[in-house]
């Protein structure tokens, strides 16, 4: 990426005299991560024409590059204010309406969890792996695993004992599991697409999807980071397997010729590579898809937003347990957390 984009951002906030948060507050993304766009991290491109349009650039200016594809994604931008949908947006809502408000309406900081940052470390990772098999540009795998990790370290929350995670034990981590994808899945098939990103339409509402992998013979492959092993029932009912569906078929005409999740469970034992075949989507899928998009974007967009406690991660480890019990008087606030 080039270096450019931090400083012209910095450049941009400081003609306006807006702060991080203020800047946070106008394009909908968290202080956190402004602040990461400012030491030098990389933006979506949903969020670098969130910003463009905020501050009066084109992107591709802002992003300090020419891109084709931005340029493409900033004209469908325009003709519509409404935000775009993605899998992560759908299944926030759906997991705790209360948990999607804090995360994308009131736009909350939330710490990093160590959790999320060895799966995305991991994934910055295994882009780079891939990127070098299909014979793209790549950067050093674990150079990318490190420089995630650092651009997550300042946001690391301390743990119940106030104890920081160590961030290079969490890059250890993340370079073993692409280790392991090295050698036991990226050798079993011919990756064509990296970081495929997508947009579709379903119910009249737009949405964004990014494919880890097409593969040389039309499957989807879908790279995810588990303590645990899926079901049966997590494949076959999977709402994400049936979005990359639609979003294939409408782009490329065809639905996809066959969709594969590639696991790397982190048992305490070491890192298991599985990969797990997804069922073809049926018209059943996908008319279940949409009338869920239909009513959940419906819910959000009129403001109908509460607590769920019985969702089936609970509020344990949920990061707006605090603002929750004030808004909602739902979830358990921290102190009284730790006590029970
Ligand atoms: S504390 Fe529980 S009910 Fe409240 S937002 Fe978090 S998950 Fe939802």
């Known amino acids: 990426m080039p270096a450019a984009f931090g400083q012209t951002l910095q450049t941009l906030m400081k003609q306006n005299g807006w702060s991080p948060a203020d800047l946070a507050k106008r394009t909908g993304l968290s202080t956190a991560t402004i602040t990461r766009y400012l030491r030098g991290g990389k933006p979506s491109a949903d969020s670098l024409l969130r910003l463009s349009r905020t501050l009066g650039i084109d992107p591709w200016t802002l992003y300090g590059a020419p891109s084709a594809r931005l340029a493409a994604l900033a004209e469908e931008w325009s003709d519509d204010d409404r935000p775009r949908w993605s899998y992560s947006k759908l299944a926030d809502y759906l997991r705790c309406p209360a948990f999607y408000y804090f995360r994308h309406v009131a736009a909350l900081e939330v710490p990093s969890d160590p959790d999320a940052v060895i799966g995305s470390a991991a994934h910055a990772g295994i882009e780079q792996v891939l990127r070098a098999r299909a014979g793209m540009d790549a950067e050093d795998p674990q150079a990318a695993v490190i420089g995630r990790v650092q651009e997550e370290a300042p946001y690391l929350a301390p743990d119940d004992e106030g104890n920081l995670p160590d961030p290079e034990a969490l890059a250890r981590e993340s370079w073993q599991i692409v280790q392991v994808y090295q050698d036991q899945i990226a050798t079993t098939f011919e990756p064509v697409a990296v970081e495929q990103r997508m947009e579709a339409t379903i119910a009249g509402v737009r949405v964004t999807c990014v494919l880890d992998v097409i593969d040389s013979e039309g499957r989807i492959r879908d790279t995810k980071t588990s303590k645990r092993k899926p079901t049966q029932t997590d494949l076959d009912e999977n709402l994400q397997a049936t979005m990359y569906d639609i979003a294939f078929t409408q782009n490329y005409g065809q639905p996809p010729k066959g969709m594969v999740f590639d696991y790397l469970l982190r048992r305490k034992s070491g890192i298991e590579a599985m990969s797990f075949p997804v069922r073809e989507r049926t018209d059943a899928d996908r008319n279940r898809l949409t009338r869920i998009v239909e009513e959940v974007v419906q819910a959000a ?40």
Request: hydrophobic fraction near 25%.
């Open 301 to 340: 967009e009129s403001g109908r937003f509460y607590p769920n406690p019985l969702n089936k991660y609970g509020c344990g480890r949920c990061p707006f347990r605090d603002a929750c019990y004030e808004e909602f008087g739902g979830g358990l606030p921290a102190k009284e957390q730790a006590i029970a």
